[in-house]
C-alpha cells in the first residue's frame, strides 16, 4: 500500500515549456486534488475532483489543467510554465471528504521556473 | 466563503515548556477542523480533527485541540514539547455535510521553533 505518490519529485523548467505533475493512490479515494505550498502563504487548492470524470476548480486554478479519467489517476498540466508557478504542488486524496474533510497527502513535488 | 487565520507565523518555545498555536476561522455553514503537521522536507499529516461530539479533541504526539464555535477558534495546544516537535503546523476547515463545498481551505502556518 504505497499511499499518495507523486512523480517527480524535483523539476526545473524554462519559461514556456509544458509539463505534467503525477499522482496516484491505491486506496480506492474517490476525492483527489492540487495543492500549492508558498512561503507565507500555507497551501491553496488548484483543482479538485470528487470521482472519476469530475473536477472542478480550486482557489487558483488558473495556468493549469486537471483531468480524471481512472479513481487512480490525477494528473496536473501546466501548459505554458511561468516564473509565479514556481513552488512545491502536493496532491492529496479522501475516501470520504464530503463526510470527513480528512486528506491523505502525497509527498510533494518542488517546481522550478526559469 | 471560509476562510482561516493562523495568528502566528513563528512560534519559538524552550523544549519541555508548554505551548499554543492559535488559529481562528470564519465560514457561514458548520464546519470541520483540523491540525496538520509537516516536518522539514515531507508532505503533510494529519495531527487532530474536530468532526462533533466533544470540543476538546485529542490528537497524536501529546497535542490537543479545543472547538470554541463562538469564538470560532480551534487552538491547538501541548503541555511540554520536545525537540522533534518542530515544524510547520496548519490549521483547515472544511464545510460540513450536504454544505461541504469539496474543499479544504488551510491557514498560512505556523512554525513551531523548539529550542533546547
Known amino acids: 500500500n504505497a499511499g499518495v505518490t507523486q512523480t517527480p519529485k524535483f523539476q526545473v523548467l524554462k519559461t514556456g515549456q509544458s509539463m505534467t505533475l503525477q499522482c496516484a493512490q491505491d486506496m480506492n479515494h474517490e476525492y483527489m486534488s492540487w495543492y500549492r505550498q508558498d512561503p507565507g502563504m500555507g497551501l491553496r487548492l488548484i483543482h479538485y475532483s470528487v470521482g472519476a470524470g469530475i473536477t472542478d476548480q480550486g482557489e487558483v486554478p488558473n495556468g493549469y489543467n486537471v483531468s480524471r479519467s481512472t479513481t487512480e489517476d490525477f494528473p496536473l498540466r501546466l501548459l505554458s510554465a511561468a516564473p509565479s508557478q514556481t513552488s512545491v504542488y502536493f496532491c492529496?486524496?479522501?475516501?470520504?471528504?464530503?463526510?470527513?474533510?480528512?486528506?491523505?497527502f502525497g509527498e510533494g513535488s518542488r517546481l522550478t521556473v526559469l | 466563503a471560509q476562510s482561516v487565520t493562523q495568528l502566528d507565523s513563528q512560534v519559538p518555545v524552550f523544549e519541555e515548556a508548554p505551548v499554543e498555536l492559535r488559529c481562528n476561522y470564519s465560514s457561514s455553514v458548520s464546519v470541520y477542523l483540523f491540525w496538520y503537521v509537516q516536518y522539514p522536507n515531507q508532505g503533510l499529516q494529519l495531527l487532530l480533527k474536530?468532526?462533533?461530539?466533544?470540543?476538546l479533541v485529542k490528537g497524536i504526539n501529546g497535542f490537543e485541540a479545543e472547538f470554541n464555535k463562538s469564538q470560532t477558534s480551534f487552538h491547538l495546544r501541548k503541555p511540554s514539547v520536545h525537540i522533534s516537535d518542530t515544524a510547520e503546523y496548519f490549521c483547515a476547515v472544511s464545510s460540513r455535510g450536504t454544505g461541504n463545498t469539496g474543499k479544504l481551505i488551510f491557514g498560512q502556518g505556523t512554525t513551531l521553533q523548539v529550542k533546547p
Open positions: 492529496a486524496s479522501s475516501y470520504s471528504f464530503l463526510n470527513t474533510g480528512e486528506l491523505f
Open positions: 474536530y468532526l462533533s461530539g466533544s470540543t
